[in-house]
């Protein structure tokens, strides 16, 4: 399984993204897809997950509300869109991918990992 995630860029207090993990090799009938996000100095944190059979979704605290994870199965993508943005928001933002069930941002658990993203929250 490879993961690529894109849509990172420089936007200003209160502006939008929209985050893009496409995912392509031979995936089992259940997974998941998270997103985890490291800020410098700091160490990587979950932000969301989703799985790919009953849609079951979890979002850190930080980002519930402003947050927004969906999936579309066909094309085994999974997006993040990110409103109402933060400067500790600010980061490099990683896809992952586990299969089995159920939801979990317990970093370890997951198999796969993507490149990042940049995220950058600045006026």
């Known amino acids: 399984v490879q993961l690529q995630a894109s849509g990172g860029g420089l936007v200003q207090p209160g502006g939008s993204l929209r985050l893009t993990c496409a995912t392509s090799?031979?995936?089992?009938?259940?997974?998941?897809t998270g997103w985890f996000r490291q800020a410098p100095g700091k160490e990587r944190e979950g932000v969301s997950c989703i799985t790919n059979d009953d849609g079951m979704i979890f979002y850190a605290d930080s980002v519930k509300g402003r947050f927004t994870i969906t999936r579309d199965n066909a094309k085994k993508t999974v997006y993040l869109q990110m409103d109402s943005l933060k400067p500790e928001d600010t980061g490099v933002y990683y896809c992952a991918w586990r299969w089995g069930y159920g939801v979990s941002l317990i970093q370890s658990a997951y198999h796969f990992w993507g490149q990042g993203t940049q995220v950058t929250v600045s006026s």
């Open positions: 090799g031979v995936t089992p009938d259940h997974y998941a």
